[in-house]
């Protein structure tokens, strides 16, 4: 059907740089959202950016003005270029789409996710 795939996680000091990158592949019609989570150690998944056609991105306070959500609507990829990177910021982060696609015998919808990433911010 669709699968998601992630990279651009790793090891970066605090006020470094990363660019998380997010493909889908599969049958894929449409993607109506694009979002990435993360899941902080001994926290619940939460919402981190998020971005749907015709509409501005929206994004976590804690990320407003260093984290920046895109997309390529061509390669089906989305990205997140995190910059100024906080320790609070170490978490596995989670890609998320919204995806019209050509099912086994019907054009469906459904939510995928991606595998997660690992993001380790030192201090």
């Known amino acids: 059907q669709v699968q998601l795939m992630e990279s651009g996680g790793g090891l970066v000091q605090a006020g470094g740089s990363l660019r998380l990158s997010c493909a889908a592949s599969g049958r894929i019609f449409t ?8 899941q902080r150690p001994g ?13 501005s991105p929206n994004y976590a306070d804690s990320v407003k003005g260093r984290f920046t959500i895109s ?3 061509a390669k ?46 030192s201090s």
């Open 43 to 55: 926290k619940q998944r939460e919402l981190v950016a998020t971005m749907s056609s015709g509409s």
């Open 76 to 121: 089906n990829t989305v990205y997140l270029q995190m910059t100024s990177l906080k320790p609070e910021g170490t978490g596995i982060y989670y890609c998320n789409m919204n995806v019209k696609y050509n099912g086994d015998s019907a054009i469906n919808r459904n939510i995928f996710w991606g595998q997660g990433t690992q993001v380790t911010v």
């Open 71 to 73: 997309g390529e609507n």
């Open 31 to 38: 993607i109506n959202t694009m979002s990435w989570y993360r």
